[in-house]
């Protein structure tokens, strides 16, 4: 299991200054002042009733997070939600399929994972699995990304076969990273 209650995906733009905002208008208890020289960038509050809130500038995505740990953490994240530009898992599919752009796709497909919920969903793997095949590598290392966030048993099928036959070296090596930690650790994200 997760070692979160609840988490939202925050879109890009401003979205430091949105939950840092919005985590002083309601006098949230900095506990943790993010270093911008570190290699994941993290801010860490305390609400008043003790929800522990995280939100995280992932490297690896590009995709900024926040994640709630404690009895209120449903209530706390959809205040949070309300205030701040969050990405929904149908957006972030849609998005997927229809970005103009690889950035856009990226960004879409990444939202995705951090969106999903626990149980696997159709459409997702369908679109995984036809990205799996694109011609970009970046999007294909991309769903090997994803399913670390998000390791349902179709996804790291799709991994596991990225592994054995895609064309670029770093795809594959990848992937069978990904393989590795699951085998090591379990499937949970």
Known sequence: ?????????????????????????????????????????????????RVEVH???????????????????ARTAEMLKASCNVWEFSEALEGARRAADRD?????????????????????IEL???????????????????TGYVPWPQLVEIVRELSRTDPVDHVRENARLLLEGLSIHGNEN
């Open 55 to 73: 939100y995280i500038e992932d490297p690896l995505t590009g995709i900024p997070f926040v994640t709630f740990r404690g009895e209120n953490s």
């Open 104 to 124: 856009a796709r990226l960004t879409a497909v990444y939202a995705a994972a951090f969106t999903a919920p626990e149980q696997p969903v159709d459409e997702m």
């Open 1 to 49: 299991m997760a070692d979160y209650d609840v988490r939202l995906a925050l879109k890009a733009e401003k979205a430091e200054a949105g939950v840092a905002s919005f985590a002083m208008r309601n006098r949230w208890e900095m506990r943790i002042l993010g270093n911008r020289k570190a290699d994941i960038f993290m801010n860490v509050w305390i609400t008043s009733d």
């Open 128 to 146: 995984f699995h036809s990205l799996a095949t694109d011609p970009d590598a970046g999007v294909r290392q991309s769903i090997v990304v994803s």
